[in-house]
């Protein structure tokens, strides 16, 4: 089956996007894992499938695969690269577009400049929804790992954040701790892992080690996860510029309840075809 795709990125975050609408793809995940080869494939964080949606509201069902074949419930960036993809391939005119995606749906809006807003919804804080091993919901708990104690705050955007703050994120052990904490036990689902550094009350540095992935260039979900969990320490305003490897978001959230707003770019790198 030849299939056409494009290779996208949000801020470094890269992605391989299909077109599922126009085309008939079938993806198992050991097709996923061959395409996210970068000696061997296509290479990229994750997989895109853009699909018809399978209620009357939305325009579109997105579907997202991690480089490890998992299939996960949200992606802030790919959102972003989703909007242009269906815009640049014809697939819609709308500025705004409604989107179902695993767990629920976001909006997400193409700005004047190039930039995309995506409502990624209301933050889950209850440990059970999060998936999160905790008596009660708490703005920090303490995780032990590997016999040291860390404070960590437990967040989901629909996929599972865990945040932990630092004082310098150039630092921080990312790769060793991140791919420790993924899979702790207490996060059933296994969990993204955030390293955030406070550089004012509008300003944070972040590296994030994804779950099923690695350390990657940026994460939008785990930039709103972080925003989340600076302010519910008292530590973050409303709005804050997240300093990513790959770049800046900037998530503006007004507090429990309400949703998270995430800024951005999405750029197309080149478009391909490919026998799956
Ligand atoms: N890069 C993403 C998050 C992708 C999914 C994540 N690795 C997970 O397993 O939940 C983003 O930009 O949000």
Same mark, same amino acid.
């Given at each position: 089956?030849?299939?056409?795709?494009?290779?996208?990125? $949000?801020?470094?975050?890269?992605?391989?996007?299909?077109?599922?609408?126009?085309?008939?793809?079938?993806?198992?995940?050991?097709?996923?894992?061959?395409?996210? /080869?970068?000696?061997?494939?296509? %290479?990229? /964080?994750?997989?895109?499938?853009?699909?018809?949606?399978?209620?009357?509201?939305?325009?579109?069902?997105?579907? =997202?695969?991690?480089?490890?074949?998992?299939?996960?419930?949200?992606?802030?960036? %790919?959102?972003?690269?989703?909007?242009?993809?269906?815009?640049?391939?014809? *697939? +819609?005119?709308?500025?705004?577009?409604?989107?179902? +995606?695993?767990?629920?749906?976001? &909006?997400?809006?193409?700005?004047?400049?190039?930039?995309?807003?995506?409502?990624?919804?209301? @933050?889950?804080?209850?440990?059970?929804?999060? @998936?999160?091993? #905790?008596?009660?919901?708490?703005?920090?708990?303490?995780?032990?790992?590997?016999?040291?104690?860390? /404070?960590?705050?437990?967040?989901?955007?629909?996929?599972?954040?865990?945040?932990? *703050?630092?004082?310098?994120?150039?630092?921080?052990?990312?790769?060793?701790?991140?791919?420790? =904490?993924?899979?702790?036990?207490?996060?059933?689902?296994?969990?993204? &892992? $955030?390293?955030?550094?406070?550089?004012? @009350?509008?300003?944070?540095?972040?590296?994030?080690?994804?779950?099923?992935?690695?350390?990657?260039?940026?994460?939008?979900?785990?930039?709103?996860?972080?925003?989340? #969990?600076?302010?519910?320490?008292?530590?973050?305003?409303? +709005?804050?510029?997240?300093?990513? @490897?790959?770049?800046?978001?900037?998530?503006?959230?007004?507090?429990?309840?309400?949703? &998270?707003?995430?800024?951005?770019?999405? +750029?197309?790198?080149?478009? %391909?075809?490919?026998?799956?």
């Amino acid at each position: 089956m030849l299939v056409r795709f494009s290779k996208m990125h $949000g801020l470094g975050n890269d992605f391989m996007v299909i077109d599922a609408v126009a085309q008939r793809v079938r993806l198992t995940p050991e097709t996923v894992k061959r395409l996210a /080869d970068r000696h061997t494939g296509v %290479g990229f /964080d994750q997989l895109l499938l853009v699909e018809p949606p399978s209620r009357p509201d939305m325009d579109f069902r997105y579907r =997202i695969f991690n480089a490890d074949g998992s299939e996960v419930e949200h992606c802030g960036n %790919g959102a972003r690269c989703f909007a242009r993809f269906v815009r640049e391939r014809r *697939l +819609t005119v709308k500025q705004e577009i409604q989107v179902e +995606t695993a767990k629920g749906s976001a &909006v997400l809006k193409v700005l004047q400049d190039r930039q995309i807003q995506v409502d990624m919804g209301v @933050p889950i804080l209850q440990p059970v929804e999060i @998936p999160f091993a #905790a008596e009660r919901q708490a703005e920090v708990y303490s995780l032990e790992v590997e016999g040291t104690s860390y /404070d960590v705050s437990a967040v989901s955007m629909g996929n599972p954040h865990c945040v932990l *703050l630092v004082d310098d994120v150039a630092q921080a052990p990312v790769k060793q701790l991140g791919r420790v =904490i993924e899979c702790h036990p207490r996060f059933p689902q296994r969990v993204n &892992v $955030g390293f955030m550094q406070i550089l004012s @009350p509008d300003r944070v540095k972040l590296r994030v080690f994804e779950r099923g992935v690695g350390e990657t260039r940026a994460c939008g979900t785990g930039a709103c996860a972080a925003v989340v #969990a600076g302010r519910l320490r008292g530590l973050l305003d409303e +709005t804050v510029c997240v300093e990513l @490897p790959g770049g800046e978001l900037q998530i503006s959230w007004k507090g429990q309840g309400q949703p &998270v707003l995430m800024t951005g770019p999405a +750029t197309t790198v080149y478009e %391909g075809q490919i026998y799956l």
